[in-house]
């Protein structure tokens, strides 16, 4: 591209878990948002088995940034080639390898490489490019060593679950609510604080203040919206104090005889932490489990029941 200006990096980090576990990890684009901080949702588009294209939103910088990668996965030679089509602004191309080395049982090395292009008369979008790239490459080799390291762990870590409501009402109310979560604080008792912002048309921060038996927790999530498909997606970019990752999805499907609504949630349980001291859970994992799973889904059923009275209450469907 005339008067494009190419930069590039390598990183590397060593991993005390098997080669296999490490290619995994990075392999799974569908956990991306839950195992790496600045992704907040990833689509696959097309997978054959090796070569895959993916829609990813990813905080960048603090800018939510968006854009199509094409990754090709080689499960042999453990290495994953990525290029971005068409790349997020200011960028003007980028493309680079993840190549995983074994260097005994449980010792492995990570190397990133990649190459990006800005334009050359912009010396700002170099800079920034440069920053967003480096700190973006760092935060995700150092939480991929550390899930990679817990790769025995990770069974009782993730937590997966999703509840579900039968509504008989238009699918359009109940996406409206859910939508709509600023109005929250008036309408559902557990949420006390819920303010909303939507700088980008379909993308909503959010900080929210929820009360449980043992007091008030404030969680602040991006939210993704697509209203066509009757989904939102979501990530907590300051997750609940027990939780060290935790993404979802409401997803409003309709069909002849009504609409089912789902609240899905994926997480990744913190360790040993101060909360779970208090709560006289330190030490005990699957407690801490038990406890997260009844409180999301407690909570995810109350606004469940609440878009159906939403929906079912503005007009009688017969």
Request: negative net charge; contains cysteine.
């Amino acid at each position: 591209m005339s008067g494009e200006r190419v930069e590039g990096a390598t990183h590397t980090v060593e991993v005390a878990a098997p080669a296999g576990v490490v290619f995994a990890v990075l392999a799974d684009a569908t956990k991306l948002p839950l195992y790496f901080s600045p992704y907040v949702h990833a689509e696959r588009l097309q997978f054959d088995g090796a070569t895959e294209r993916l829609r990813l939103w990813t905080l960048v910088d603090g800018q939510l940034k968006s854009w199509t990668s094409r990754r090709h996965l080689d499960a042999v030679r453990r290495r994953i080639d990525f290029r971005q089509e068409p790349p997020a602004a200011p960028l003007t191309s980028m493309s680079g390898t993840l190549q995983v080395t074994e260097h005994g049982p449980r010792r492995t090395e990570l190397q990133l490489r990649y190459h990006y292009g800005v334009d050359a008369a912009r010396p700002a979008d170099r800079a920034w490019a440069e920053r967003a790239a480096h700190d973006t490459s760092r935060t995700q080799l150092a939480e991929l060593k550390s899930y990679a390291e817990r790769w025995n762990r990770l069974d009782d870590l993730v937590l997966s679950f999703e509840e579900a409501v039968r509504v008989h009402g238009p699918a359009e109310l109940v996406y409206d609510f859910l939508y709509r979560a600023g109005d929250w604080p008036d309408l559902v008792p557990h949420v006390t604080r819920a303010d909303l912002r939507e700088d980008t048309p379909g993308v909503q921060h959010m900080t929210v203040e929820t009360l449980t038996e043992y007091g008030c927790h404030s969680t602040d999530s991006v939210r993704i919206c697509f209203p066509h498909a009757g989904r939102i997606v979501h990530k907590q970019t300051v997750p609940h104090v027990l939780l060290e990752a935790h993404t979802g999805e409401w997803s409003v499907v309709p069909d002849e005889r009504g609409v089912t609504v789902l609240a899905q949630h994926s997480v990744v349980l913190r360790e040993d932490g101060p909360a779970a001291a208090a709560l006289g859970h330190h030490g005990d994992l699957a407690r801490t489990r038990r406890h997260v799973r009844e409180e999301l889904g407690r909570d995810s059923r109350a606004l469940l029941a609440h878009a159906k009275r939403h929906a079912e209450s503005a007009v009688r469907m017969l």
